[in-house]
């Protein structure tokens, strides 16, 4: 039996992901701070349903916490770490920005400090397709440079790969960075889209959208990513003998270090989007276009290739499909 430690477990994939992990029989242990970034009731009603399994094991623990983060890892002994703990969201870290240091930088340090001392056989951390900012070549490659974030959110995803691979060079830990983009499903965050989305239209309420509609999405439902998530936790990062420092290659090392897009491959406008949740609420949506947001990009969009080379990975959920599945999941809990 596997033990799998998953930080920000009772998050959306972090949920997800352990629920995945404890159907094929590992062994979870889940970390989370239940901070109210977002209503903190969803968080304990995803949580309650792995504390109905008995191969879970919750700790609420902050990452920033350096004593009790050792104390975690001197304890159990995990043979995989999972890091999905994150201050997420873009526009937040415009109004916040010490909560994203604090989270992503001190919490991310103290993760690999804990897979050094513990012998941690493979550790794979979420990073986001944030880290493309200023990129315009599509579509977006691990093999390409990422040195111009457009938002600190971005620039601590940026900093998380760069500080995992500087343990995997020092102490040799196989580290797998995964970029996620634009995930929805089930269970998914209230900050997001198709949550918002969905609350405004069923309260008769109008939704904001930006850059006139004019933006395209890799939206990635939240079964695929899971499956990505297992299938890159299987495949330890060996090094590349290929890699030459003369034309380094960012998403390879000649360490035990390695990165994924985890993405749809196919980029949706956002109006065809809305227009799918329209169809499946039933409803119009009463519309306020506006103009693009600071930190924000027209247009991401996954190459998947690498992925799908090494670990057979392969997006199968359309966005109809994902979005009907959503508003399924939203009016069950909600009752509407």
Same mark, same amino acid.
């Given at each position: 039996?596997?033990?799998?430690?998953?930080t920000?477990?009772?998050?959306?994939?972090?949920?997800?992901?352990?629920?995945?992990?404890?159907?094929?029989?590992?062994?979870?242990?889940?970390?989370?701070?239940?901070?109210h970034?977002?209503?903190?009731?969803?968080?304990?009603?995803?949580?309650?349903?792995?504390?109905?399994?008995?191969?879970?094991?919750?700790?609420?623990?902050?990452?920033?916490?350096?004593?009790?983060?050792?104390?975690?890892?001197?304890e159990?002994?995990?043979?995989?770490?999972?890091?999905?703990?994150?201050?997420?969201?873009?526009?937040?870290?415009?109004?916040?920005?010490?909560?994203?240091?604090?989270?992503?930088?001190?919490?991310?340090?103290?993760?690999?400090e804990?897979?050094?001392?513990?012998?941690?056989?493979?550790?794979v951390?979420?990073?986001?397709?944030?880290?493309?900012?200023?990129?315009?070549?599509?579509?977006?490659?691990?093999?390409?440079?990422?040195?111009?974030?457009?938002?600190?959110?971005?620039?601590?995803?940026?900093?998380?790969?760069?500080?995992?691979?500087t343990?995997?060079?020092?102490?040799?830990?196989?580290?797998?960075?995964?970029?996620?983009?634009?995930?929805?499903?089930?269970?998914?965050?209230?900050?997001?889209?198709?949550?918002?989305?969905? /609350?405004?239209? +069923?309260?008769? =309420? &109008?939704? !904001? %959208?930006?850059?006139?509609?004019?933006?395209?999405? @890799?939206?990635?439902?939240?079964?695929?990513?899971?499956?990505?998530?297992?299938?890159?936790?299987?495949?330890?990062?060996?090094p590349?003998?290929?890699?030459?420092?003369?034309?380094?290659?960012?998403?390879?090392?000649?360490?035990?270090?390695?990165?994924?897009n985890?993405?749809?491959?196919?980029?949706?406008?956002?109006m065809?989007?809305?227009?799918?949740?329209?169809?499946?609420?039933?409803?119009?949506?009463? /519309?306020?276009? +506006?103009?693009? =947001? &600071?930190? !924000? %990009?027209?247009?991401?969009?996954?190459?998947?290739? @690498?992925?799908?080379?090494?670990?057979?990975?392969?997006?199968?959920?359309?966005?109809?499909?994902?979005?009907?599945?959503?508003?399924?999941?939203?009016?069950?809990?909600?009752?509407?």
């Amino acid at each position: 039996m596997v033990k799998v430690l998953v930080t920000g477990a009772a998050g959306f994939i972090g949920f997800h992901l352990s629920q995945r992990l404890l159907s094929r029989g590992d062994r979870v242990v889940g970390l989370d701070n239940l901070n109210h970034y977002y209503d903190v009731s969803l968080k304990q009603a995803r949580l309650s349903q792995l504390e109905e399994q008995a191969n879970f094991s919750f700790y609420k623990l902050d990452l920033t916490d350096t004593d009790g983060i050792k104390q975690l890892f001197t304890e159990q002994k995990f043979d995989i770490v999972v890091n999905l703990a994150a201050q997420a969201g873009v526009r937040h870290s415009l109004e916040n920005p010490h909560a994203y240091i604090n989270s992503n930088l001190v919490g991310f340090i103290n993760i690999l400090e804990g897979c050094r001392h513990s012998q941690v056989k493979h550790l794979v951390f979420a990073s986001s397709s944030s880290v493309y900012g200023a990129n315009t070549k599509i579509p977006f490659s691990v093999h390409d440079n990422v040195d111009h974030p457009i938002s600190l959110y971005a620039a601590t995803k940026k900093a998380n790969e760069l500080m995992a691979h500087t343990y995997s060079h020092l102490y040799g830990i196989p580290t797998t960075g995964l970029r996620f983009f634009s995930v929805y499903g089930p269970w998914g965050r209230p900050d997001m889209a198709l949550f918002i989305f969905t /609350k405004a239209i +069923l309260s008769g =309420q &109008p939704i !904001d %959208v930006f850059n006139q509609g004019k933006m395209r999405r @890799d939206f990635t439902y939240i079964d695929d990513i899971v499956a990505g998530i297992v299938k890159s936790i299987e495949k330890v990062p060996t090094p590349n003998p290929g890699w030459s420092g003369n034309t380094p290659d960012p998403a390879t090392s000649y360490v035990p270090y390695k990165l994924y897009n985890i993405g749809n491959n196919q980029p949706v406008e956002l109006m065809y989007f809305i227009e799918v949740l329209e169809s499946c609420l039933g409803i119009k949506a009463q /519309k306020n276009m +506006l103009p693009m =947001q &600071p930190g !924000d %990009v027209p247009i991401n969009y996954a190459d998947i290739d @690498d992925i799908i080379a090494d670990v057979g990975f392969k997006p199968n959920t359309s966005i109809e499909e994902g979005i009907k599945k959503f508003v399924d999941w939203y009016r069950s809990y909600y009752n509407c």
